[in-house]
Nanobody, 120 residues
Framework: QVQLVESGGGLVQPGGSLRLSCAAS????????MGWYRQAPGKQRELVAV???????NYADSVKGRFTISGDNAKNTVYLQMNSLKPEDTAVYYC??????????????WGQGTQVTVSS
């Protein structure tokens, strides 16, 4: 199996910064892409940013210019640097990975989520 473990959430004031990390472990042959999604209370889960194994990135319009996704292929880890945070960024942030397993097969895996709260 494959596990995703997130860290780095917390409470921050508007205009502040946070860095989220997500490490994948287990029966991993390769990771095709990793990303971050978020879900605010009463809203659907939405894509925040994604990075492919080749380094191509894609961002939601609402975070462009403020958030940066990066990855460390050797560590099977993805990061999300969040700057200029706004109250509307408050949500549970979930890590997501498209993984090809060592014994065959390919699946999407999710982390448990980490809370980000932006408030004064």
């Amino acid at each position: 199996q494959v596990q995703l473990v997130e860290s780095g959430g917390g409470l921050v004031q508007p205009g502040g910064s946070l860095r989220l990390s997500c490490a994948a472990s287990g029966s991993i042959f390769s990771i095709n892409d990793m990303g971050w999604y978020r879900q605010a209370p009463g809203k659907q889960r939405e894509l925040v940013a994604v990075i492919t194994v080749s380094g191509t990135t894609n961002y939601a319009d609402s975070v462009k210019g403020r958030f940066t996704i990066s990855g460390d292929n050797a560590k099977n880890t993805v990061y999300l640097q969040m700057n200029s945070l706004k109250p509307e960024d408050t949500a549970v942030y979930y890590c997501n990975a498209d993984v090809s397993r060592t014994l065959g097969g390919r699946s999407i895996y999710w982390g448990q989520g980490t809370q980000v709260t932006v408030s004064s």
